[in-house]
T-cell receptor, first 113, second 115 residues
Framework: AQSVTQLDSQVPVFEEAPVELRCNYS??????LFWYVQYPNQGLQLLLK??????LVKGINGFEAEFNKSQTSFHLRKPSVHISDTAEYFC???????????FGGGTRVLVKP | GAVVSQHPSRVICKSGTSVKIECRSL??????MFWYRQFPKQSLMLMAT?????????EQGVEKDKFLINHASLTLSTLTVTSAHPEDSSFYIC???????????FGPGTRLLVL
C-alpha cells in the first residue's frame, strides 16, 4: 500500500515570500502524484499533478512541484505568496494501476501581511 | 470544466433520522465516484468507491449498512447516512473521475451536524 507524509503541519509565511511544502511518499509500484488546495469550508481544488514526462510540473495560481523519484518526493513551491494563498494543502498519491487516492495529513499555510 | 456539485451544502438533523447527500458531475460523465469523510483539522479519509451500475466498494471499518451509496447514473451518486448519530457529524466530500482520466475532481463538501 502507498502512503504520503507531509512533513510540515503548519507553515507561516510572509506575503510575497517564497514557500515550499514538503511531500514524501512510499510505494512499491509506479504512482501518480497530486497537490490539492482546500479553502475553509470548501472542497478540494486540483493545483497540479504528475503523471509522467517532465519532472517539473506547473500548476494553477503560480504553483509548481518537482517529482524526485530517487528521493520519493513531490515538493510544492511558489516563489511569491499572496494573502489569498492561505489555505490547507494536501499531497496525494495514486497507484498508476489503482483507483484509490491516498492523502497526506495536510499542511496549513498562513500568509501574513 | 470538470465541475462537481454537492447538495445540500450543510444539513442539521435529529439523531435517528436519515440524511441523503447528492454528488453530481456537471460537465462530464463519471464512471467512478468517491466518498470521503473529513474531521476538523484532519485529512480526507476514503469511505467508499462507487462505480456506475454496480455496488460500492467500502473501505475497511466503514459500515455499508449505515452509509448507503447509490451510483445510478454517470453523473449522480448519493450517500445516505442512515439512523444518524452525533458521532456521524462530519464534513462529507465526494469526488468524481472521468471515464479514462486519472484525476479526481472534488465537490464542495456537505457539513452534517447530528443533534
Amino acid at each position: 500500500a502507498q502512503s504520503v507524509t507531509q512533513l510540515d503541519s503548519q507553515v507561516p509565511v510572509f506575503e510575497e515570500a517564497p514557500v515550499e511544502l514538503r511531500c514524501n511518499y512510499s510505494s512499491s509500484v509506479s504512482v501518480y502524484l497530486f497537490w490539492y488546495v482546500q479553502y475553509p469550508n470548501q472542497g478540494l481544488q486540483l493545483l497540479l499533478k504528475y503523471l509522467s514526462g517532465s519532472t517539473l510540473v506547473k500548476g494553477i495560481n503560480g504553483f509548481e512541484a518537482e517529482f524526485n523519484k530517487s528521493q520519493t518526493s513531490f515538493h510544492l513551491r511558489k516563489p511569491s505568496v499572496h494573502i489569498s494563498d492561505t489555505a490547507e494543502y494536501f499531497c496525494a498519491v495514486k497507484r498508476a494501476a489503482g483507483n484509490k487516492l491516498t492523502f497526506g495529513g495536510g499542511t496549513r499555510v498562513l500568509v501574513k501581511p | 470544466g470538470a465541475v462537481v456539485s454537492q447538495h445540500p451544502s450543510r444539513v442539521i438533523c435529529k439523531s435517528g433520522t436519515s440524511v441523503k447527500i447528492e454528488c453530481r458531475s456537471l460537465d462530464f460523465q463519471a464512471t467512478t465516484m468517491f466518498w470521503y469523510r473529513q474531521f476538523p483539522k484532519q485529512s480526507l479519509m476514503l469511505m467508499a468507491t462507487s462505480n456506475e451500475g454496480s455496488k460500492a466498494t467500502y473501505e475497511q471499518g466503514v459500515e455499508k449498512d449505515k452509509f448507503l451509496i447509490n451510483h445510478a447514473s454517470l453523473t449522480l451518486s448519493t450517500l445516505t447516512v442512515t439512523s444518524a448519530h452525533p458521532e456521524d457529524s462530519s464534513f462529507y466530500i465526494c469526488s468524481a473521475r472521468p471515464g479514462l482520466g486519472e484525476t479526481q475532481y472534488f465537490g464542495p463538501g456537505t457539513r452534517l451536524l447530528v443533534l
